[in-house]
């Protein structure tokens, strides 16, 4: 078998790598959750809430992209936990992940389907949620390029109707755009806010704003496609995180501003009352096609990130070889044959399931986000002793993380919170909801069983820091397209 059958190809440029983890954090988190956000802790609390979170995640990514910069492989955090730490770690934590995204494409299908009922209610959603996973196949089966290209207009969408929100909310309180008396700060303070619901109100939302920063760790499964990693990846993850926290940050501001706090719900997305407020002509028309930009974007990123986080299994034993095939590409077809039939599957099973398996299918994807940021924190805290403990210098670092070791042991103590918090919501003064109870913790037994199952089967251990594998070795040759290849050679410590 030719070696170029087996690889994957740098097609990921600079702006591609900026969008897609931009994009990855800009969703219905901001476009339809918000509204709730700010109904259930006030703009105070909200505000308070985001910014803990954005602190974390950039705590997160400058750990992955110190990583990533050094190794910059499709694996990512799973390759890094099995190379620094522990191989059992890296396979249950790379099988997370994987099923992670392909519950999250079935979910995305369905959400796609109600979208679409707004236009054409008599249209069953069964045809647009085929329609969209043929477009995010299709879109993956092409190229990386061809993923980066879409998801660089897929959130560009999303970006700019940001920055317009933004415009127009500042226009509104200044008052140059006239609407009415009810906007200003003055909302901040009506009822008991800023700060509705004190502390247990911002614990909520803490819990609710790390679900909305899914996605920005998919920049280190990007790194292993992208051109120039040691100059892309730096760059990327600092224009992010700025960027982040403006557009969630400044919204909470906006948003505060506008709609007074007590009116806000998530039946209607608080961006579409904005801009009905000033007069946009079929603002909900508008929102829902911006919404449905979202959608696509999540399963396309969905498709991308589980199909490579396969194909580093399987180059690495830890999943079947047939998945680490590649065609002339550079495109892991069996890795995304597979993700798609998982996906479809459990797709159908919210279809005929709804209420019995689907529910807990999603249940246990649930935490799988935070367990991977869990991974990243711990893969980065190993990765810089055993640097350090092998004699090496840090200046040789493409890219450092600033905080270290702040940063990922702030940003493990406050995953580990989100991940223990998650069954707050259940615990009522009529009693415990025990179902609720047990479906918000079942991510953790079924990671433990991956971890365990392995760690028996294979009897690894905790790698001695001295032979921690950190090198890297990449032979870069031009195919017939001009595209470059991937070669690694890493071996597995």
């Not at 988190?29 to 703009?43: H, K, R, V, Y």
């Not at 109707?161 to 226009?171: A, H, Q, S, Y």
Request: aromatic fraction near 12%; charge should be neutral; hydrophobic fraction near 50%.
């Amino acid at each position: 078998m030719n070696d170029e059958k087996n690889e994957l190809k740098r097609g990921l440029q600079a702006r591609h790598l900026n969008m897609i983890a931009l994009g990855g954090s800009i969703g219905t988190g901001i476009f339809l959750a918000m509204g709730d956000t700010l109904n259930q802790a006030g703009p105070g609390g909200a505000l308070v809430a985001y910014g803990l979170i954005g602190i974390m995640v950039y705590f997160l990514i400058t750990s992955l992209g110190e990583m990533a910069t050094h190794m910059p492989i499709s694996g990512s955090f799973s390759s890094y936990a099995t190379k620094f730490i522990d191989p059992a770690l890296g396979f249950a934590l790379g099988w997370n992940y994987w099923y992670n995204w392909a519950i999250t494409i079935a979910a995305e299908m369905v959400a796609g389907s109600l979208i679409m009922k707004y236009w054409f209610p008599h249209v069953s959603g069964f045809v647009w949620s085929i329609i969209f996973l043929a477009i995010i196949v299709g879109l993956n089966v092409l190229s990386s390029k061809a993923y980066g290209e879409s998801e660089y207009w897929f959130a560009g969408i999303k970006v700019f109707t940001v920055l317009v929100f933004l415009l127009i909310g500042v226009l509104m309180i200044l008052g140059v755009i006239n609407a009415g008396s009810d906007v200003g700060f003055h909302n901040y303070t009506i009822a008991d806010g800023p700060f509705h619901g004190g502390i247990k109100s911002i614990f909520a939302i803490f819990l609710i704003a790390g679900f909305s920063f899914q996605g920005t760790e998919l920049i280190g499964v990007a790194a292993g496609e992208s051109e120039n990693p040691e100059k892309t990846i730096p760059k990327a993850i600092k224009s992010v995180f700025w960027r982040i926290l403006i557009f969630y940050l400044g919204t909470i501001i906006i948003l505060g501003a506008i709609i007074p706090f007590t009116k806000a719900g998530v039946s209607t997305s608080p961006f579409t009352m904005v801009f009905q407020k000033v007069g946009i002509a079929q603002a909900a028309s508008l929102m829902n096609a911006i919404i449905l930009t979202s959608v696509l974007s999540a399963g396309n990123s969905g498709m991308y990130a589980s199909s490579r986080m396969l194909y580093s299994m399987a180059k690495e034993g830890m999943a079947p070889k047939i998945f680490a095939k590649t065609n002339k590409r550079g495109v892991p077809v069996n890795a995304l044959i597979i993700t798609t039939i998982v996906a479809s599957a459990c797709f159908l099973t919210g279809i005929f399931a709804e209420s019995t398996v689907y529910v807990w299918l999603v249940a246990a994807s649930g935490l799988a986000g935070f367990i991977a940021w869990v991974g990243i924190a711990i893969c980065h805290y190993r990765f810089r002793k055993a640097y350090i403990y092998q004699g090496k210098d840090l200046k040789d670092l493409k890219y450092q993380s600033k905080f270290y070791p702040l940063g990922p042991i702030m940003a493990l103590l406050m995953c580990i919170i989100i991940i223990l918090g998650q069954g707050y919501s259940c615990i009522k003064p009529e009693g415990i909801d025990f179902n609720g109870l047990i479906a918000s913790y079942i991510g953790i037994p079924l990671f433990v069983v991956l971890y365990v199952w392995y760690k028996v089967k294979h009897k690894t251990k905790v790698i001695p820091l001295a032979e921690v594998d950190l090198e890297y070795h990449e032979e870069i040759e031009n195919t017939e397209d001009n595209a470059t290849v991937i070669k690694t050679e890493n071996s597995l410590a």
